[in-house]
């Protein structure tokens, strides 16, 4: 039996699926050419991504690689990752220092949810460009020990109820996406959240860009309680890393750059602002290290220490 690309179950990997959408032209070439169909029945070639999902196995460690198409992958409803040690990866998005390095596939909820709902632990989502729904967030996560990098998030609001990346999971990674204004004049609630609760998590080199259009309550919004950096014991800090966060152009406003509660570690932020006080704030015991804000006239300021 022919394999291509990583046989399944080799070094710890399960079942491969390629989600390769049927209007490709090469789709019927791929299916007659390669491995079908695995020891569990699925096949190893997919239409959707919603499919895929469904064909893989918690704990098997399985990959989903999804192929670069010019037409969007219309789900018509949000994708569940529910199921441990799942991996849904666009390769050909993968490359860039943040967000996805092309736009090689583009994830469509075409529903009233978020695109990507993340419950299993261990679950990964890597170089996609996702359209947000209407007053709905890209991706919301609470699943323990996640990683979410080098996506586009593209969020659609209208009104006030908009986001780019919620999660409330223990231990996870939000690290290199970029996040942006779709379309709407609305006020986000955030770019990226990590409320209370979503202890040991690291938000490390994302891009928060408002838009020419959009009010942004809070870039990057982090109420974590770790209680133990309070008492010397740092391992629950958390890391902030922001290259940019803000929409220092145009006519968009960011209100507040990046908020932490209790127990945070911020350092080596770059924040754009209109008005450089509003670029960090906390109501708890946390640290800023090596932080700046810039004006609206691109003047540089060192921030150290905190301000409610």
């Not at 908009?162 to 996406?177: C, F, L, M, P, W």
């Not at 959240?193 to 490390?204: D, F, K, L, M, N």
Request: aromatic share 8%.
């Amino acid at each position: 039996m022919d394999y291509f690309g990583i046989k399944p179950h080799q070094a710890g990997v399960g079942n491969v699926y390629y989600v390769i959408q049927a209007a490709q032209e090469e789709y019927a070439d791929t299916v007659d050419a390669y491995q079908k169909t695995y020891s569990d029945g699925s096949s190893a070639i997919q239409n959707t991504i919603t499919t895929a999902l469904t064909a893989s196995q918690a704990e098997r460690n399985d990959y989903i690689i999804v192929f670069p198409d010019p037409a969007d992958y219309d789900e018509g409803a949000t994708l569940t990752m529910n199921k441990a040690s799942v991996h849904l990866i666009c390769p050909a998005g993968i490359g860039g220092s943040y967000g996805c390095s092309t736009r090689a596939a583009t994830i469509d909820p075409n529903a009233a949810a978020a695109a990507i709902t993340i419950t299993g632990r261990g679950v990964e989502v890597a170089g996609f460009w996702i359209r947000g729904y209407t007053e709905k967030v890209c991706i919301t996560n609470s699943g323990v020990g996640v990683w979410i990098h080098h996506n586009d998030c593209a969020v659609t609001c209208t009104t006030s109820v908009a986001g780019g990346i919620y999660t409330s999971g223990v231990g996870s990674t939000i690290e290199k996406n970029f996040i942006f204004s779709n379309s709407g004049a609305g006020t986000w609630l955030y770019g990226i959240s990590a409320p209370g609760g979503a202890t040991r998590t690291h938000v490390i080199g994302n891009v928060v860009t408002v838009g020419n259009a959009s009010t942004c309550t809070d870039g990057i919004t982090m109420a974590a309680d770790n209680g133990y950096m309070q008492m010397g014991v740092c391992s629950g800090n958390q890391v902030v890393e922001v290259p940019d966060c803000g929409g220092g152009v145009g006519t968009a406003t960011l209100s507040h750059g990046i908020t932490t509660g209790v127990g945070v570690l911020t350092t080596d932020n770059r924040v754009a602002i209109a008005t450089h006080g509003n670029a960090y704030r906390t109501g708890g015991v946390d640290m800023y290290l090596e932080n700046y804000a810039s004006n609206a006239i691109g003047g540089q300021l060192a921030y150290v220490g905190s301000t409610t």
